[in-house]
Nanobody, 128 residues
Framework: QVQLVESGGGLVQAGGSLRLSCAAS????????MGWFRQTPGQEREFVAA????????GYADAVKGRFTISRDSAKKTVYLQMNGLKTEDTAVYYC?????????????????????WGQGTQVTVSS
């Protein structure tokens, strides 16, 4: 089992920055890909970013490319999402996710069905 706990959300003005953290427990963390998703009321949960087992592979949704950066610290069992240049449309609940798959990094990680474990989410609100 893997438990995921997000933190770092909050209220920020447009153009500002936030860094989300996802602390994981479970011995498989360091060997599997991780992802960030977000969801607004009434909408499907959407992909934001993913990172491979050894951090050499990352992927981003077009809406956040160039503004958000995903990284991981395997020693700390933590995945981060650095969000710069925030826009009002980035307002959402952000979820961290972990997959039990050992497949190589690929576009399948851009879908929520690839993930087996989810955190409880952290609210990010961007004001204009």
């Amino acid at each position: 089992q893997v438990q995921l706990v997000e933190s770092g959300g909050g209220l920020v003005q447009a153009g500002g920055s936030l860094r989300l953290s996802c602390a994981a427990s479970g011995r498989t963390f360091s060997t599997n890909a991780m992802g960030w998703f977000r969801q607004t009321p009434g909408q499907e949960r959407e992909f934001v970013a993913a990172i491979g087992r050894r951090s050499e592979n990352t992927g981003y949704a077009d809406a956040v490319k160039g503004r958000f950066t995903i990284s991981r610290d395997s020693a700390k069992k933590t995945v981060y999402l650095q969000m710069n240049g925030l826009k009002t449309e980035d307002t959402a609940v952000y979820y961290c996710a972990a997959t039990s798959s050992r497949l190589p990094f690929g576009s399948y990680l851009y879908t929520k069905n690839a993930y087996d474990y989810w955190g409880q989410g952290t609210q990010v609100t961007v004001s204009s």
